[in-house]
């Protein structure tokens, strides 16, 4: 079983930044993709980015392309996601993800963490 801990969310105004931490434990993937959702209050849960096991494979949704970046530190179990020139539509929680490829991390993860609130004021 595969657990994974989000930290880094919070309370920022339009135009800050903020990095979110996910950090996995337990039994993992032999190269397991890793990325990151979001769901606002009353939508659905959303894709926002996927890294690969080496980094060489990333996707990001339409909506955070230039703003966010994916990353990873293989040596530490843990993923990050800069938040940069935020918006107040970003406000969600942000959930990591895993699986066996940044593809299937995009489409259909097997793990979830607990989710971070982030929250953008105008």
């Known amino acids: 079983q595969v657990q994974l801990a989000e930290s880094g969310g919070g309370l920022v105004q339009a135009g800050d930044s903020l990095r979110l931490s996910c950090a996995a434990s337990?039994?993992?993937?032999?190269?397991?993709?890793m990325g990151w959702f979001r769901q606002a209050p009353g939508k659905e849960r959303e894709f926002v980015a996927a890294?690969?096991?080496?980094?060489?494979?990333?996707f990001y949704a339409d909506s955070v392309k230039g703003r966010f970046t994916i990353s990873r530190d293989n040596t530490k179990n843990t993923a990050y996601l800069q938040m940069n020139s935020l918006k107040p539509e970003d406000t969600a929680v942000y959930y990591c993800?895993?699986?066996?490829?940044?593809?299937?991390?995009?489409?259909?993860?097997?793990?979830w963490g607990q989710g971070t609130q982030v929250t953008v004021s105008s």
């Open positions: 993800a895993a699986g066996s490829s940044s593809v299937v991390v995009k489409t259909r993860p097997g793990y």
């Open positions: 337990g039994r993992t993937f032999s190269r397991p993709g």
């Open positions: 890294i690969s096991w080496s980094g060489d494979n990333i």
